[in-house]
């Protein structure tokens, strides 16, 4: 049967969520990101790694379509994402790190995630009930924006005006509101950038606890972390894909070794 051929000997779904074919972007005459072909399966951890100006942040920008491609296509649950735009895709299900000037400063840390929860209520009775019934739609966010709070143990902090917030609740913030979108795949860009040591080991604690049940796709630096939280790696260099594996073998790849660790793993 063909849905037995989508699982394998763990019952794994192994259909891809995210699949890119050949995909581009071109800045002029530069390559940022050329000829990437990626392949992520459901609730797998993939991080992304490369020098800096390796095209990283770029592809993560084809994948939410803040960037337009130049070439190439980008597919997401079996449909073709590569022409949507940003708010579609978070509706269907690719949740992109907010920056932290998306934080609404002025208003409290509970407003601010259920701000994100709103903003993909996805509602099964249509326009037309929505507007007869909006009390069953504000509980469904409400529910939904007290859960992750929760989830980012932010609870004690809701009324607490999101400016007040420390350098590292305020990532957390961040987080939850990627979360309150609801994202079958999220895409994180360097979520520890600023941090101290302690910062980021509760950050990495909170991301591999929060999104066990989803798909990661992680940019970030630190490559002991990265060693640590990925099923799989995938290098960039120059634009292009230059290795992919499981953390011990892309460690031992003399390609990645030359052109970006250098000997750091050594
Ligand atoms: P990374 O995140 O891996 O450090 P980036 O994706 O930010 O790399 O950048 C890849 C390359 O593309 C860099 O050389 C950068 O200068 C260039 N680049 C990124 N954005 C633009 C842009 N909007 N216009 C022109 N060049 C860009
Ligand atoms: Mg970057």
Redesign the pocket.
């Known amino acids: 049967m063909a849905a037995e051929t989508t699982r394998d000997e763990y019952g794994t779904d192994t259909r891809p969520i995210l699949e890119t074919d050949r995909l581009t972007?071109r800045?002029?005459a530069?390559t940022?990101?050329d000829g990437v072909n990626l392949s992520i399966r459901r609730g797998e951890f993939r991080s992304?790694i490369?020098?800096?100006?390796?095209?990283?942040?770029?592809?993560?920008?084809l994948l939410s379509g803040g960037?337009a491609a130049t070439e190439g296509t980008v597919r997401f649950d079996g449909e073709d994402v590569t022409d949507l735009p940003p708010q579609e895709r978070v509706r269907r299900g690719i949740g992109r790190s907010f920056q932290i000037l998306n934080i609404f400063g002025e208003l409290t840390v509970r407003e601010n995630v259920r701000l994100a929860a709103q903003s993909v209520h996805r509602d099964d009775y249509g326009f037309l009930a929505s507007l007869f019934k909006p009390t069953d739609r504000h509980d469904g966010i409400n529910a939904r924006t007290d859960e992750v709070l929760d989830d980012v143990g932010l609870t004690g902090l809701a009324t607490a005006e999101a400016n007040a917030l420390s350098y590292g609740d305020k990532r957390r913030l961040e987080l939850g509101m990627v979360l309150a979108t609801d994202p079958e795949l999220v895409l994180f860009?360097e979520p520890t950038a600023g941090m101290s040591i302690e910062e980021t080991e509760r950050t990495i604690d909170l991301i591999d606890d929060v999104l066990a049940d989803r798909t990661l796709l992680l940019?970030e630096h630190d490559i002991e972390l990265v060693m640590e939280l990925s099923d799989r790696i995938t290098v960039?260099h120059q634009?292009e894909v230059i290795a992919e594996g499981r953390p011990e073998a892309i460690a031992d790849d003399r390609a990645v070794q030359d052109a970006y660790l250098g000997g750091m793993l050594e």
Do not use: M, S, Y
């Open positions: 972007k800045f002029g530069f940022a990101v992304v490369g020098p800096n100006g390796a095209g990283k942040t770029t592809l993560f920008n960037l860009d940019i960039l634009g």
